[in-house]
């Protein structure tokens, strides 16, 4: 799923990324605010002639929470999601060789940001209450429950992620989608199910804006996918995208 500043966003918001290689999750600015806390501290120097509540910051990385308008084309295929399975985020990075919104160059790139492995789904018009005990402090924090005041709104789910198996990298993963033989384009594929081709139609672009399923791990060709993006997830962050899952 394509989350945070995007390329719309260049002017007010853009998600840096350092030459260490840590990031920081720069959310979408929105013209009015919104429910819940705004942008955290470590982003406002990144973010210019917005307010700080004027952003939707979802997902919510501390609550290991993501939630979505299913009846929203582009989120459609959420309504499919079950329990253990995985959500896969990315989004547009800009380098930045300083400390603000001055340090910015023109490089950019796209990137895997971050994993949620679904614990636990709040359907539509459920309430806080209906939530488990132990994930109902940190639902109570994601934007789609604040914005109901207590209540998932309708046509929006919420999932929770199991702490385990979910986190928002500390070092985002390159897709490398200016090489043909960048990650995107290994593992990757086209709504059709064949494998996206640097330069070629389907663009990545169009195949990934909706979100959707990439991978059925019961499926051969699917796993070996899965796995290159796993290994390329382990060196950069050290994190196991399939840990415990029988792959």
């Known amino acids: 799923m ?15 990324i350092f030459a260490n290689g ?14 819940g806390p705004g942008y955290p501290a470590e982003a406002l120097p990144f973010v210019r002639s917005v307010g ?32 253990g399975d995985i959500l896969l985020f990315w989004g547009l990075l800009w ?10 160059t023109r ?14 789904i709040a359907e539509s018009g459920q309430s806080l209450q209906r939530v488990s005990s132990r994930n109902r402090a940190r639902a109570a924090r994601n934007a789609h429950f604040l914005s109901g005041h207590g209540v998932a709104p309708k046509d929006e789910r919420v999932f929770l992620g199991a702490g385990r198996y979910s986190t928002r990298f500390s070092r985002p993963v ?12 290994r593992a990757f594929t086209s709504s059709g199910g ?4 640097y330069g070629m139609s389907p663009s ?26 796993r290994d390329a997830i382990l060196r950069s962050d050290g994190f196991d995208l399939l840990k415990d899952h029988s792959v």
């Not at 394509?2 to 840096?16: E, Q, V």
């Not at 939707?56 to 999601?81: I, K, M, Q, T």
């Open 2 to 16: 394509n989350i945070g500043a995007n390329t719309s966003h260049s002017a007010k918001a853009r998600s840096p």
């Open 52 to 83: 700080r509540r004027c952003t939707h910051a979802d997902p919510d990385w501390e609550g290991l929470s993501y939630g979505d308008r299913c009846s929203n084309p582009r989120a459609a295929s959420l309504r499919s999601v079950a329990v």
């Open 174 to 185: 390159d897709l490398a989608v200016s090489k043909p033989s960048g990650l995107i384009y």
């Open 204 to 229: 990545w672009r169009s195949s990934l804006r909706s979100c959707r399923k990439i991978w059925d791990l019961r499926d051969r060709a699917d796993r070996a996918r899965a796995k290159l993006v």
């Open 22 to 35: 840590s990031f920081i999750y720069v959310p979408f600015p929105t013209r009015r605010p919104k429910p």
């Open 107 to 120: 490089d950019r790139g796209w990137y895997l940001l971050g994993a949620l492995r679904v614990e636990e």
């Open 194 to 197: 064949a494998l996206l081709s």
């Open 95 to 104: 380098r930045n060789v300083g400390a603000d919104w001055a340090g910015f």
